[in-house]
């Protein structure tokens, strides 16, 4: 059971915007920054969206980042094939001294 | 260019121990720290703890206290991991990636390894 809530799949048709959701705590999602990465199969994850809503160079501005309370969200838009991956949210967690993360989500384009 | 190069596949029975290893290079390596992430097979991912390869400090999560240990080789710009009291359930990939910091706040950062697969069976 992760500490952070993913929604385990998630799909859309070239071109559409999608967004996954990322439910947290006080402790983690309210207290410290949201992180977002991105693992294509068989792969390590990249890193896509650091300190809630920034963007690695090199990370297409269609990616981005926001976060609300104890709740975040990446949203993708202009979907393509290539965004098919497993994504997963991260943050630090105070009572834990821990960083945690969601249990992923596994975007398919459809 | 920032690489971080593990070392490869391990084959372990319950009980035994594992040493898994992360060599960088492409950068000053006293400068940033490392973490060890670990995905079982089909699961999400597990941070097992870091090490500040600045003066050797570690930091680990109370699950796995008393069973890892981080140790760096600033001569070979080598952090490695040990992990005791190998389970079945411990059979799993295990990623090391560079630490970045912005404003004294750090994360795991756009740097890992390419991940060491560890099967624990009998």
């Known amino acids: 059971q992760s500490v952070l809530t993913q929604p385990p799949s998630a799909s859309g048709t070239p071109g559409q915007r999608v967004t996954i959701s990322c439910s947290g705590g006080?402790?983690?999602?309210?207290?410290?920054?949201v992180y977002w990465y991105q693992q294509l199969p068989g792969t390590a994850p990249k890193l896509l969206i650091y300190?809630?809503?920034q963007r690695p160079s090199g990370v297409p501005d269609r990616f981005s980042g926001s976060k609300s309370g104890t709740s975040a969200s990446l949203a993708i838009s202009g979907l393509r094939s290539e965004d098919e991956a497993d994504y997963f949210c991260?943050?630090?967690?105070?009572?834990?001294?821990?960083?945690?993360f969601g249990g992923g989500t596994k975007l398919t384009v459809l | 260019q920032i690489q971080l190069v593990q070392s490869g596949t391990e084959v372990k029975e319950p009980g035994a121990s594992v040493k898994v290893s992360c060599k960088a290079s492409?950068?000053?390596?006293?400068?940033?720290?490392i973490s060890w992430v670990r995905q079982a097979p089909g699961q999400g991912l597990e941070w097992m703890g870091w090490?500040?390869?600045?003066?050797?400090?570690?930091k680990y999560p109370q699950k796995f206290q008393g069973r890892v240990s981080m140790t760096t080789d600033t001569s070979t710009s080598t952090v490695y991991m040990e992990l005791k009291s190998l389970r079945s359930d411990d059979t799993a990939v295990y990623f090391c990636?560079?630490?970045?910091?912005?404003?004294?706040?750090?994360?795991?950062?756009?740097?890992w390894g390419q991940g060491t697969e560890v099967a624990v069976s009998s």
């Open positions: 090490i500040s390869t600045y003066n050797g400090g570690t």
């Open positions: 006080n402790s983690n999602i309210r207290s410290n920054h």
């Open positions: 492409g950068y000053t390596f006293s400068n940033y720290g």
């Open positions: 300190r809630d809503n």
């Open positions: 991260a943050a630090w967690d105070d009572s834990l001294s821990n960083w945690v």
């Open positions: 990636v560079r630490e970045d910091c912005i404003d004294s706040i750090c994360y795991l950062g756009d740097y």
